[in-house]
Structures are given as structure tokens and as C-alpha cells.
């Protein structure tokens, strides 16, 4: 790999044969985020990649991937061309986010009309319309709680390439706020593209509590902390509470979680389960008792609609996006008091016309959230993102 070894040939043969907007719109899709786990991010990435190539008589969609070691499927989204670039991640992006170099084009891409950036920062093009992504705003509250690449260029970067974008989309509501109030984003240039349900079918109700629940990255952001305290406030109340289970990728060390609450009965009840396939992910949800997300701050919160759609009762932060996510179908507390909570997984485990309501409320809420429609209010921003651009050069 030599980066500036890149074909400036090429380069001037994309300009001589560029094809001027119209038509059938070319999209290009960062689809790093979800070459290997894919997490919030990396699904996101996936559905909506797919829900695009689903309406092949508007757009065609190009998936682009670059690293050294892991290759990009050809199948990976049916009905989708694929650019699969052997560059180390961490090389390219330094070059796109520090020198806004090279631009796609060089590295395979052919002639998109859009390139969309899963992240807050811009995808260099040659003539593309530019579109990017804010999941949430976490990189300007707690950098030091952030992966090192998300700490050098984010809270630098972001402000500039959103405000300089041709359109920014955004998960949430709660998102597009902090994107125009915090970033100075026009409000007319972004667009909600809400996350879609899984095609998931609701669970018949377990005969006996299932596992306590929590889905998501063990970092400081997701606040295990509290969950463990409220977990221990349980197990003292209730001796025979079901265990608690984290399932997801595991960023920060357990011991370090454990440790300060030294030991007892409960230690041998919290099981780490590191990132798990779907399929487990799928059965985890219809064995548990409920869903904990007890985030200090999400854009959105995948987990809480993946629990809702098979029709697990939702614990969750009274913080961020998760209350709009859950739309009145989940049980609202405080993500500092550890006693509230503790008293919310009492009642759910004590009440099963309330486990019941909640978990139909869930379902019903669950419904709202389509990956097709979402995928056609990108398009439109997409869309509203190539006139802007035209315009400006």
C-alpha cells in the first residue's frame, strides 16, 4: 500500500469522463463501520446500505471499504457494487480527516453523485456531493471517554466538516437538536433518519424470569457502574433475582468494574459475555426478563427498539434520546440513582400485568420504525445534497 503512489492518471481520467448529475442517483457508502462486528454504527451502516439497493430503480449504491487485512464481501448487500480498498484504516482516515486527501475517486470509486460518510467527517471527492453522519455529540461532552482516533479529530473536526457538508443526517430528534444548536447546522440541512425495527417476531413470555438484559459496548458512556450498583441493590432485596448479563464488546476491563464493590453473593451472578453473534443476541432477548440501558447520554439506543419490537419490558435512562425512542413504551429513571433503578427491576419482576403492558406497549411502538421509510428520507436529503453542491461549484 502507498498512498502516494495513487494513480494521477486515473485521477484526470475521472474528470474527462465524469457524467453530470442526473438521473439514476450514484450513492457511495462508507461501509467500514460494518466490515467486521457490527455494532450500532456498523448496523446502521448495513440496513440502510441495504434498504438503497432495495430501490434499484432510483439509485445505485456503491459500498466502499478500505484495510489491510479484512476484505469486503462481494454479497455483502445484495444489489450492491462494492470498492474494496487495501489501505489500513487508520492511514486513510488520518489523510481524509487531517488533509482532506485523496479524494474517493482515486481509490476505485466511479463517478459517484453522493458520498456518505457514516461519521461526522467528510469523504474527499472530486465533484461528489457531501453527506454526513451524527450519531451523537458524546466526543465534545467526554472526549477522554472516546477511542483515541474519535478523540484527536472529532471534537476539532466536526463543527467544520457538518457545517461545511452538503447535508448532515442525524438518528434522532434529540440529535438533529445538538447538531444546530452545538455545531451551527442549519436546520433546513438535516434530516432524521430514524433506525429501523429488526424483522423480529414477538416472543411468547418466558414461564420463569429470564436473565437481567443489558446489549450495547461496556464503556463509560453506557455507565455500567450504576447498572452493577442498582444490580446489588437487587440481589440484597431479592436473593433470587435472575443473573445479569452484559452482551457486547468489551472496551473497558471488567475487573475494573468489579473491583470497587468488592465482594458477595451477586459477583457470581454478572456475567460479561463479550460481542455476541445475532442469533445469540436474538436468544438473549427472548429468554431475559428485561431490557437496562442506563447511558448517560445515546442518540438514539438500538437496544431499547430491538427489546421492544420482540416485546421485552424496557428499563432505561430518562436521558439523550432514549425517551423519544421509546415513545412512553418503557420504564423512565434517573442513570445516577441506583436505587430507582433497583426499584424499577423489582417491579417488573414482581408484576406481570405490568411486565405485559410494557411489553406491549413496546410492540406497538416498535412499529414506527421502518428502514425502507428512512431510506427514502435519505434519499430526498440526498438528493436536496447534489442541487446544494451543483450550486456551489
Not at 502516494?4 to 448529475?21: A, D, I, M
Not at 440484597?236 to 453473593?265: K, Y
Not at 437496562?292 to 419490537?309: K, N, Q
Not at 439523550?320 to 427491576?345: F, Q, R, W
Request: proline share 7%; hydrophobic share 45%.
Amino acid at each position: 500500500m502507498n498512498l502516494k503512489g495513487l494513480s494521477r492518471s486515473r485521477e484526470l481520467r475521472f474528470r474527462r469522463g465524469r457524467v453530470l448529475p442526473s438521473g439514476r442517483l450514484r450513492i457511495l457508502v462508507d461501509y467500514r463501520p460494518a466490515l467486521r462486528q457490527r455494532t450500532g454504527v456498523g448496523e446502521y451502516a448495513h440496513q440502510l446500505a441495504a434498504a438503497l439497493a432495495r430501490r434499484a430503480g432510483d439509485v445505485g449504491v456503491t459500498l466502499f471499504s478500505s484495510s489491510w487485512k479484512d476484505r469486503l464481501a462481494p454479497g455483502a448487500v445484495p444489489g450492491a457494487a462494492v470498492v474494496d480498498a487495501k489501505v489500513p484504516v487508520k492511514v486513510l482516515n488520518f489523510a481524509w480527516h487531517r488533509l482532506g486527501w485523496p479524494p474517493v475517486e482515486t481509490l476505485g470509486a466511479t463517478a459517484p453523485d453522493v458520498v456518505w460518510s457514516l461519521h461526522p467527517l467528510i469523504l474527499p471527492s472530486l465533484g461528489a456531493a457531501q453527506v454526513v453522519t451524527v450519531h451523537d455529540l458524546y466526543f465534545l461532552d467526554a472526549p477522554e471517554d472516546t477511542a483515541r482516533e474519535v478523540r484527536r479529530d472529532y471534537p476539532a473536526l466536526a463543527g467544520k466538516h457538518a457545517r461545511r457538508a452538503d447535508a448532515v443526517i442525524v438518528n434522532s430528534d434529540y440529535t438533529r437538536s445538538l447538531v444546530e444548536a452545538r455545531l451551527g447546522v442549519q436546520g433546513d440541512r438535516i434530516t432524521v433518519c430514524y433506525p429501523g425495527a429488526p424483522a423480529w417476531r414477538v416472543r411468547a413470555e418466558p414461564a420463569s424470569a429470564g436473565p437481567i438484559l443489558h446489549v450495547g459496548t461496556i464503556e463509560p458512556r453506557k455507565n455500567v457502574e450504576t447498572l452493577i450498583k442498582s444490580y446489588i441493590r437487587l440481589v440484597e432485596q431479592r436473593p433470587d433475582a435472575p443473573p445479569l448479563m452484559f452482551a457486547g464488546r468489551i472496551a473497558t476491563p471488567v475487573d475494573a468494574l468489579l473491583r470497587p464493590h468488592g465482594g458477595g453473593p451477586w459477583r457470581q451472578r454478572i456475567k460479561f459475555l463479550g460481542y455476541v453473534s445475532d442469533e445469540e443476541r436474538l436468544r438473549l432477548y427472548r429468554e431475559a426478563s428485561m431490557l437496562l440501558i442506563a447511558s448517560w447520554d445515546e442518540g438514539f439506543g438500538v437496544p431499547a427498539l430491538e427489546a421492544m419490537t420482540i416485546g421485552l419490558p424496557v428499563i432505561a435512562a430518562a436521558r439523550g434520546a432514549l425517551p423519544e425512542t421509546l415513545g412512553g413504551a418503557g420504564i423512565l429513571v434517573n442513570p445516577g440513582d441506583s436505587e430507582e433503578m433497583a426499584t424499577a427491576m423489582v417491579r417488573l419482576l414482581d408484576d406481570p400485568v405490568l411486565r405485559r403492558e410494557q411489553a406491549a406497549l413496546g410492540v406497538k411502538r416498535a412499529i414506527d420504525f421502518d428502514w425502507d421509510v428512512s431510506a427514502a428520507r435519505l434519499i430526498e436529503a440526498f438528493e436536496q445534497a447534489r442541487v446544494r453542491r451543483a450550486a456551489r461549484s
